[in-house]
């Protein structure tokens, strides 16, 4: 079976300075990872995908992961963050082979940035 | 453009009451999808749906019910609201071989 952690509930960290958000995934199969954002009372949203080849993959509003598949991880990361940032992020990984709609979902990191 | 829209936004219910969220999304996505939140938990899987007449279970299933007899809409019954199923509840919808869930903006049931 398939499983998300993340490693930490909450994160803060001052303005302009750089952030990374752990994820661990668990999988005996191939794997897409995601990692969506969830702004307060909204719904969530897609900052970026690992579907295949490159490892680092980029996404909206400067974030980036890395894909390591020895260390099973997928991290988010933000060289300088920004007051807006402040939301909560959820890592995922796709069930089972190939796309199925369905994701398993990590409990969430909630950024807090501060001034 | 709506994208996935979900009605009610809130709603407090009875133990014991039933009723139905509803999830409309006019992308034409094959799959469709029903979450819920709570705090620490993240997302959870209750019902999806590959397409329309075919639904399936996801992880926590008990207590709802769903059907797909179009591709725009899926809605999610609870039949006999308890106290367990307070929660916010997330639609999502995907194109098949698309691999990115479309969300909406969630529906926030409180049962008493």
Known sequence: ?115 | NAGVTQTPKFQVLKTGQSMTLQCAQDMNHEYMSWYRQDPGMGLRLIHYSVGAGITDQGEVPNGYNVSRSTTEDFPLRLLSAAPSQTSVYFCASSKAGANVLTFGAGSRLTVL
């Open chain 1, 1 to 115: 079976a398939q499983s998300v952690t993340q490693l930490d509930s909450q994160v803060p960290v001052f303005e302009e300075a750089p952030v990374e958000l752990r994820c661990n995934y668990s999988s005996s199969v191939s794997v897409y990872l995601f990692w969506y954002v969830q702004y307060p009372n909204q719904g969530l949203q897609l900052l970026l995908k690992y579907l295949s080849g490159s490892t680092l993959v980029k996404g909206i509003n400067g974030f980036e992961a890395e894909f390591n598949k020895s260390q099973t991880s997928f991290h988010l990361r933000k060289p300088s963050v920004h007051i807006s940032d402040t939301a909560e992020y959820f890592c995922a990984v796709s069930s089972g082979s190939g796309n199925t709609g369905k994701l398993i979902f990590g409990q969430g990191t909630t950024l807090q940035v501060k001034p």
